[in-house]
T-cell receptor, first 115, second 116 residues
Framework: AQKITQTQPGMFVQEKEAVTLDCTYD???????LFWYKQPSSGEMIFLIY??????QNATEGRYSLNFQKARKSANLVISASQLGDSAMYFC????????????FGKGTMLLVSP | EAGVVQSPRYKIIEKKQPVAFWCNPI?????LYWYLQNLGQGPELLIR????????DSQLPKDRFSAERLKGVDSTLKIQPAELGDSAVYLC??????????????FGPGTRLTVL
């Protein structure tokens, strides 16, 4: 099974609306972290938000929040009040401590925000 | 605080030529990563350094790729000779500690390599 699955190749949203980008993961490690990155056309991977597997609360960072459902193994990114500058590729990644001491990324979701 | 610096940003070479990429991590970050990103895919790890030691290079094609991290700071990734299939974006990242489940990796802008 894929460690990270992002089922939405592309998403469209109008400016000022909220959007949810899906991410499901697969791991047997009890301790792991989930990360979301944004990659605009310039190419740089920009860290957005982090959720630890033992965190009780869903992570929030400004307009970004992570809807963490541990039993379903999902970690969806919610962007509130979309802006034109949010148009980019979004990658979900998992970091595990056992076996793989690095990040494994999904294939990404392209988000386009229209005026 | 300065972010991860990479150079060059773009490189175009002919196949069979050598090429090198340079990375300067965030100050104080002991762990450095090189990733390969093919078009339409997420980044995949090539090699990870803890200070100057390469602790995970299982995905590095050692017949043509090499890397070094002198003095545990800057790092260089080299390809010799380059092949058409090496055309991709090469990303460098760094983090403070080595725990992948908790330690945020910060990425540089990447080097986009085109092999003709």
């Amino acid at each position: 099974a894929q460690k990270i699955t992002q089922t939405q190749p592309g998403m469209f949203v109008q400016e000022k609306e909220a959007v949810t980008l899906d991410c499901t993961y697969d791991t047997s490690d009890p301790s792991y972290g989930l990360f979301w990155y944004k990659q605009p056309s310039s190419g740089e991977m920009i860290f957005l938000i982090y959720q630890g597997s033992y965190d009780q609360q869903n992570a929030t960072e400004g307009r970004y929040s992570l809807n963490f459902q541990k039993a379903r193994k999902s970690a969806n990114l919610v962007i509130s009040a979309s802006q034109l500058g949010d148009s980019a590729m979004y990658f979900c990644a998992i970091g595990e401590n056992s076996g793989y001491s690095t990040l494994t990324f999904g294939k990404g979701t392209m988000l386009l925000v229209s005026p | 605080e300065a972010g991860v610096v990479q150079s060059p940003r773009y490189k175009i070479i002919e196949k069979k030529q050598p090429v090198a990429f340079w990375c300067n991590p965030i100050s104080g970050h002991n762990t450095l990563y090189w990733y390969l990103q093919n078009l339409g895919q997420g980044p995949e790890l090539l090699i990870r350094y803890e200070n100057e030691e390469a602790v995970d290079d299982s995905q590095l094609p050692k017949d043509r790729f090499s890397a070094e991290r002198l003095k545990g700071v800057d790092s260089t990734l080299k390809i010799q000779p380059a092949e058409l299939g090496d055309s991709a974006v090469y990303l460098c990242a760094s983090s403070f500690r080595r725990g992948a489940s908790t330690d945020t990796q910060y990425f540089g802008p990447g080097t986009r390599l085109t092999v003709l």
